[in-house]
């Protein structure tokens, strides 16, 4: 009885339109239309908020159908508000690749990425300074993406983007925005092996320039110098951990 109540109640807050079979079923006929049009509506404005530029790219009628599409298939799974847009994102990505301009995808990506950033958890804390024998130990908020559009540059009106494969370390500052910065493939791969934190610093370089077959000589060591006091500064890099 209870999962036929529970059933129900999904349908009639998610489905296209509410059966009457259903309503009968709940009870309260008028409470439970105001209440599915409450649970809606407070769904999409989170998801209107994370997605806030795709849905400008598609107009409101793509990106409301969209929304619409994934109700009526059964969503959300989630509890959570804040898992709500990535749900939505992973069900409406697919149909917008073939049906949208080839950039749209990526821009959904970009800012599914950026709200998982806004709410990812507190930063994890390392034991020691940073320090090449030692594990690497990174904020919480850092993705990295590779994009074949810039879409965290703003499109051209009317035109939208044109290919540019672009690599990105979004993060969180400390005013919790999310931030991109814009990495060349050996730095994307490096950060990427810090992230997993499996190897010690030392270690992991030696790994990564092995495999984008690059020596480490004095050109190498000033960039990586660079590259790891502007982590630091941006509080991406935190410190260190012993390695185990």
């Not at 995808?105 to 990812?120: F, K, N, S």
Request: charged share 25%.
């Amino acid at each position: 009885m209870l999962a036929d109540h529970a059933k129900a109640m999904q349908r009639v807050c998610f489905g296209a339109e509410p059966s009457e079979a259903d309503l009968e079923l709940l009870g309260s006929r008028e409470r439970w239309l105001v209440y599915r049009d409450l649970v809606r509506n407070r769904l999409n404005q989170v998801i209107r908020v994370a997605l806030s530029r795709t849905r400008d790219a598609i107009g409101e009628d793509t990106f409301a159908r969209a929304v619409d599409e994934w109700f009526s298939a059964g969503s959300p799974k989630t509890r959570y508000l804040r898992h709500i847009p990535g749900e939505l994102a992973e069900f409406a990505i697919p149909i917008w690749q073939r049906t949208e301009a080839p950039w749209v995808a990526d821009l959904a990506g970009y800012e599914i990425t950026a709200w998982d950033i806004r709410h990812a958890p507190a930063d994890p804390v390392p034991s020691s300074e940073f320090a090449f024998d030692r594990r690497p130990v990174l904020a919480t908020a850092v993705r990295v993406l590779r994009l074949a559009y810039p879409v965290q540059t703003k499109p051209a009106p009317g035109a939208g983007y044109e290919p540019d494969p672009t690599i990105l370390c979004l993060y969180r500052d400390r005013s919790h925005r999310p931030i991109p910065r814009k990495l060349n493939p050996l730095a994307a791969d490096l950060l990427e092996a810090w992230r997993a934190a499996d190897q010690t610093v030392a270690e992991s370089i030696q790994r990564v320039a092995a495999a984008h077959h690059t020596e480490i000589g004095p050109e190498f060591v000033e960039k990586l110098s660079t590259l790891i006091a502007d982590l630091i500064e941006r509080g991406i890099l935190l410190g260190g951990h012993s390695p185990p």
